[in-house]
């Protein structure tokens, strides 16, 4: 498949962009383009299984596994997504601040507004 427009058509299954919402089509897409390392398929999912949308149960295991292949290509929101398991210490992530402060402050640099919040 075409991970890029296989991205575009997840997000527009989960928002209804031109199309009825359909929550599993829209799971379904992420998953194939974050398989082909596409990185914006690869933050939405670790964005949905960190906080347990798109059907999926929380899985902080999987938020981080999927926001750390987002944010290690360079994804400001991933980055921020990140620090922020890394300052909760979830997934059996050792609670560090240092470690958090340190991808969100790469997050803020990279334009994320959640993260240039969190740094104040």
Same mark, same amino acid.
């Given at each position: 498949?075409? +991970?890029?427009?296989?991205?575009? *058509? +997840?997000? @527009?299954?989960?928002?209804? $962009? $031109?199309?009825?919402?359909?929550?599993?089509?829209?799971?379904?897409?992420?998953?194939?383009? +974050?398989?082909? #390392?596409?990185?914006?398929? =690869? @933050?939405?999912?670790?964005?949905?299984?960190?906080?347990?949308?798109? #059907? *999926? &149960? +929380?899985?902080?295991?999987?938020?981080? &596994?999927?926001?750390? %292949?987002?944010?290690? =290509? #360079?994804?400001?929101?991933?980055?921020?997504? *990140? #620090?922020?398991?890394?300052?909760?210490?979830?997934? $059996?992530?050792? &609670?560090? =601040?240092?470690?958090?402060?340190?991808?969100? &402050?790469?997050?803020?640099?990279?334009?994320? %507004?959640?993260?240039?919040?969190?740094? $104040?």
């Amino acid at each position: 498949g075409h +991970a890029w427009a296989e991205n575009n *058509l +997840a997000h @527009c299954y989960e928002t209804g $962009g $031109g199309v009825p919402v359909d929550v599993p089509a829209a799971l379904r897409f992420y998953q194939r383009a +974050a398989a082909q #390392g596409h990185m914006l398929a =690869q @933050c939405s999912l670790g964005q949905a299984h960190a906080h347990g949308l798109l #059907g *999926l &149960r +929380a899985s902080s295991t999987e938020g981080v &596994r999927w926001y750390t %292949a987002a944010a290690e =290509q #360079g994804n400001a929101k991933a980055m921020w997504g *990140l #620090g922020v398991m890394h300052r909760d210490g979830v997934a $059996g992530l050792q &609670r560090s =601040q240092r470690e958090a402060i340190a991808w969100i &402050r790469k997050g803020a640099e990279l334009g994320c %507004a959640e993260a240039q919040s969190d740094l $104040g």
